[in-house]
């Protein structure tokens, strides 16, 4: 994102109490959004948080917090909204925002007691209706903090129904295991009965899980066709794979009319023999800079010609193969494809993958949206609003659509994540990280783990691909094994959260032959022994049910 020049700022004074302060033990997040543009502001979450909800209400009732005479660049002494912070706490923030006139992006930005400036939240706002933002940051030390917002265009900014409330770390992680608690488990009661029928007590239950929960896959490389212990590291961990280059336009048609999908063939075999799942990536990659040097200097029909034929080509090719379709990467950042062939290219591409291929969820994919707050090209609310337009063009009404969110971090902001996803969530359609990294740095594993938690935990997402791919010559960012296929701790840190999530159970039936477990949705190998009867062994989908019966034979049989 340009940074902001400073066009138009100015900021809120509010001088809050201790005695105003609302303690923030015991309250639950809120996961409530709006992306609808409305003619009256919602009241504040979590009353207003530390700024008290009359408090809130007297200062951001629809007044101008921003100036059109005002120049300032950075925060003025006295000027901003003044808050306590405290150290070690994540702030989440929301607020119900819009423009005088015209439209344009506003920036809510916290000011930490360590003086970084944090944006915690950007919209794309307008004049006549609000708009709501939600973010967040987090402050390291306790302290004196600003809030502060400004704007690209030259206009004055009204807030109404703000709210800042104040999550420690633990709270913040009581989040999360409550989540995972609702969305990724249930409780679960297998009966075990004799052969007559009645209740078999102090049985040995044992449960493995073996399939289906949670989707969690990596990154594939063609090397993995050449090198046993890559195929038997990857198959060992993950049943959901994405191939990272060799479904691409330019890996299958480099050259004109020359098309090889010998590799890609090949890979997607190696996934359908180890019960690997696909995602098809991708169709089209709206980045000027990916396209194929002829594909550039082709005019309007012959473009047009060649995209239909690589449409057919690789959707009709990998049909019933794939669960997903990127259908135009990246296409909030980059425009190739509507420079070219007008403002509605993507959606016209989304029909024609539908009617080729309609079983599959068709997704956009695109980077900054949760990860970067200070880009605005991908922002929640313009995500939302290109898929708006992807689904209004005629006949894409119907069509079964998905967020696909990269994940590419560097240092990652925590409450920002988890805001952004609340917003898109309001979408209604799945979210999936689709191609999640951190960066190199001393603390890429600690990251790795908060955003790998933050995704698992969230009640929109439904999926995690990671994009730990290796590669001979070194991987894209993230590295999780040696070229000996040794775990590097990156790897560790994975294959940790695996054992985790896909943990199963051993117990023994009570003295009605019942064993009451709370255990992670997915598919699980039952053993069940006891001394007077044969072992029995069967497959149970805790996915789709909650109840089970098991029954054991008698040993002389």
């Not at 023999?273 to 594909?295: A, C, E, P, S, Y």
Request: some cysteine; proline content about 4%.
């Amino acid at each position: 994102m340009k940074v902001f020049t400073g066009k138009l700022v100015f900021f809120l004074a509010i001088i809050l109490f201790e005695g105003c302060l609302v303690r923030s033990q015991s309250v639950p997040y809120d996961y409530s959004a709006n992306i609808e543009c409305v003619k009256e502001p919602e009241k504040p979450l979590y009353g207003g948080g530390i700024l008290k909800e009359t408090e809130a209400k007297g200062y951001a009732s629809g007044k101008k917090l921003l100036s059109e005479n005002s120049k300032s660049a950075a925060p003025v002494k006295g000027s901003a909204l003044k808050v306590d912070l405290k150290k070690d706490h994540h702030y989440a923030l929301s607020v119900w925002l819009q423009l005088s006139k015209g439209e344009g992006d506003i920036r809510a930005v916290l000011v930490t007691p360590d003086g970084k400036f944090n944006t915690a939240g950007m919209i794309a706002a307008k004049c006549g209706c609000w708009t709501m933002l939600k973010g967040g940051a987090t402050s390291y030390d306790d302290g004196k903090g600003d809030i502060f917002f400004e704007t690209n265009v030259t206009a004055e900014v009204m807030a109404e129904g703000m709210a800042l409330q104040p999550f420690s770390f633990d709270e913040w992680k009581g989040h999360r295991a409550e989540s995972v608690k609702k969305e990724r488990m249930k409780k679960v009661k297998i009966t075990v009965v004799g052969p007559d029928g009645k209740p078999v007590p102090e049985a040995d239950v044992s449960l493995e899980r073996v399939g289906k929960g949670f989707p969690l896959g990596n990154a594939m490389t063609k090397e993995i066709l050449d090198m046993p212990e890559y195929e038997k590291w990857f198959a060992a961990r993950f049943r959901y794979a994405t191939l990272e280059n060799e479904m691409k336009w330019y890996s299958t048609e480099f050259h004109q009319n020359e098309e090889d999908y010998k590799v890609s063939d090949k890979m997607v075999e190696l996934a359908e023999k180890h019960n690997i799942t696909l995602r098809g990536h991708n169709v089209f990659w709206d980045d000027q800079d990916k396209q194929m040097d002829w594909v550039e200097k082709l005019g309007v029909p012959e473009l047009k010609e060649a995209m239909a034929k690589r449409l057919k080509d690789i959707v009709t090719r990998y049909a019933g193969k794939v669960i997903h379709w990127d259908v135009v990467n990246e296409n909030l950042h980059f425009n190739f494809f509507e420079g070219k062939l007008g403002k509605d290219a993507s959606a016209e591409i989304f029909r024609d993958v539908a009617k080729l291929d309609s079983k599959p969820i068709l997704f956009m994919n695109e980077f900054n949206t949760i990860e970067e707050p200070n880009d605005a090209a991908p922002l929640p609310t313009k995500y939302v609003a290109k898929l708006k337009q992807i689904r209004e063009f005629p006949g894409n009404a119907d069509l079964k659509y998905g967020i696909g969110l990269e994940s590419h971090f560097a240092a990652p902001n925590i409450p920002y994540m988890r805001g952004s996803i609340d917003t898109l969530a309001q979408a209604k359609v799945p979210i999936w990280l689709t191609e999640v990294d951190v960066k190199p740095c001393k603390n890429q594993v600690e990251y790795l783990d908060e955003v790998m938690r933050e995704g698992f935990a969230h009640p929109a997402v439904k999926g995690i691909v990671l994009w730990g791919a290796w590669h001979a010559k070194g991987c894209y960012v993230m590295c999780f094994t040696d070229n000996s296929f040794k775990n590097l701790p990156v790897g560790d840190a994975i294959d940790k959260l695996l054992k985790e999530w896909t943990a199963g159970h051993t117990g023994k039936t009570d003295s009605k032959g019942v064993l009451e477990v709370e255990i992670f949705h997915g598919e699980y190998n039952a053993t069940v022994k006891h001394k007077e009867f044969k072992e029995n062994c069967m497959t149970l989908d805790l996915d789709s049910k909650a109840e089970a019966k098991i029954e054991l034979r008698s040993s002389t049989y």
